[in-house]
């Protein structure tokens, strides 16, 4: 039978679900898998009990339905029929909604499972993380983090700032003397751990403190180090590697987080800040989900910052429902999201507008839906109001200020004056400070 013709990625998995309706009225689709595999081929895993007869027909039939995405007579399996068998069902999934029924699917990617993993319980202690994401550069995401980070010192905390925009390095630049990096960055932690070459002793030689506060303690892990200026033809090298799986079956964000640890244990830091990698990068699931972290996204008020987040959104909206289908999760990871609004005029109407657009986005991926009134017992909806100033779609402002356009701070910052960065960053300082000092009392 010739596959149908003009089969794309986003028609493949609604058409295999009316196939299966089809030919199974009664089916239950919570007792079905489907897997996804690195080149979007979608296999369809039914339980045991299933008779030939269906069996058969829905190989014949998925075939010709789904094009170049079918992986042949192959594409339907019952769970003892495969090398995973019933385990099939302990594998992360994410939760697609496609006409009216939950489907559970399993991704193999090449790269990118974090993704598709739920945020981890909290293992280990650590002080709390700030996480500063934006789809793209240019939004003042790393200068709030710098200025923030020196604040944070200037009160009397210690701080460890983190560079993981490894394909766009700025930390180390911003903050350091070039004669005062470290001999390590990141990229260097990542690359030598794949192969399980990362000394207990390495974190130290990845900080260094920076001058931009005359009080100490203002860490920094800058994406690279010394020793890439002095090999600089082997950087395009090692971040063709960074990202790997270890040779231990661990993913990146297993990785990360085992690095975060170990420099947290050097430095002891009372607050972490993180710069992001921006986009919508495989990486970036490591930053949002897995460093059990409050995350801030920013954001300037165009159309393609909402088209943007609305991929984004919709994404970990998969992640949301396979949650809600685990009772025995306690934190809702949704609370730890943050907007921030970039390059704003401060006005009353400019701020309303942004969360009109940003609500918009957010009701339609990761917020609730309430349940019918008769559903008394139902766990709380996680939902807001439009003009909720507690709801995580409604923005922490950054003004517009010419000061910090294309900043050198080691050169620049002195010039600035405080009272200008107090007016441009006011707003997110005090939200930021509020956020912290509810993880500290967590703490106690």
Not at 114 to 122: C, G, K, M, N, Y
Not at 158 to 168: I, Q
Not at 288 to 294: G, I, M
Request: charged letters at 20%.
């Amino acid at each position: 039978m010739q596959p149908q013709a003009h089969i794309t990625f986003d028609q493949c998995l609604p058409l295999l679900v009316r196939a299966v309706r089809e030919l199974v009225p009664s089916v239950d689709f919570a007792g079905l898998r489907v897997v996804r595999d690195m080149h979007g081929r979608l296999y369809l895993m039914v339980p045991d009990n299933w008779p030939d007869s269906e069996v058969g027909a829905l190989k014949e039939k998925l075939q010709s339905v789904l094009g170049h995405y079918s992986p042949g007579v192959n594409g339907v399996a019952r769970y003892q029929d495969t090398l995973a068998g019933e385990a099939l069902f302990q594998e992360p999934a994410l939760v697609h909604w496609v006409d009216g029924v939950n489907v559970h699917l399993i991704e193999r990617r090449a790269m990118g499972q974090d993704w598709a993993l739920q945020p981890e319980a909290v293992q280990q202690f650590h002080f709390p993380r700030f996480v500063f994401h934006s789809l793209k550069g240019g939004v003042g995401r790393t200068t709030a983090m710098m200025l923030w980070g020196r604040e944070l010192v200037r009160q009397g905390r210690t701080v460890l700032l983190v560079d993981l925009d490894l394909e766009a390095p700025g930390l180390g630049a911003h903050m350091l003397e070039p004669d005062h990096r470290p001999d390590y960055g990141v990229l260097d932690w990542l690359v030598e751990d794949l192969v399980g070459n990362a000394p207990a002793a390495m974190p130290k030689d990845m900080v260094a403190q920076s001058t931009l506060v005359n009080s100490p303690g203002l860490w920094v892990a800058p994406a690279l180090g010394r020793r890439a200026f002095d090999n600089p033809e082997n950087v395009m090298a090692k971040l063709a590697r960074g990202y790997l799986e270890g040779q231990d079956g661990q993913g990146f964000a297993t990785r990360l987080r085992h690095m975060m640890e170990a420099l947290e244990a050097h430095v002891r830091p009372d607050v972490v800040l993180i710069d992001s990698r921006a986009g919508l990068h495989e990486t970036v699931a490591a930053n949002l989900l897995h460093l059990d972290a409050e995350v801030f996204l920013f954001a300037v008020d165009v159309p393609a910052t909402w088209e943007g987040y609305r991929y984004l959104l919709s994404h970990l909206a998969q992640l949301a429902r396979t949650r809600s289908e685990a009772s025995s999760q306690e934190v809702d990871w949704r609370e730890r999201f943050h907007m921030v609004q970039a390059r704003s005029s401060m006005s009353e109407a400019d701020k309303h507008r942004f969360a009109s657009r940003a609500f918009s986005v957010w009701i339609d991926t990761l917020y609730d839906e309430l349940p019918p009134d008769e559903l008394v017992n139902t766990a709380p909806a996680f939902t807001f109001d439009e003009f909720d100033a507690d709801a995580p779609h409604w923005p922490l402002s950054i003004l517009r200020s010419d000061h910090f356009e294309a900043l050198d701070p080691m050169v620049q910052l002195a010039s600035i004056g405080e009272s200008a960065i107090r007016e441009a960053f006011g707003e997110l300082f005090s939200g930021l400070n509020q956020c912290l000092a509810l993880a500290e009392a967590d703490i106690l």
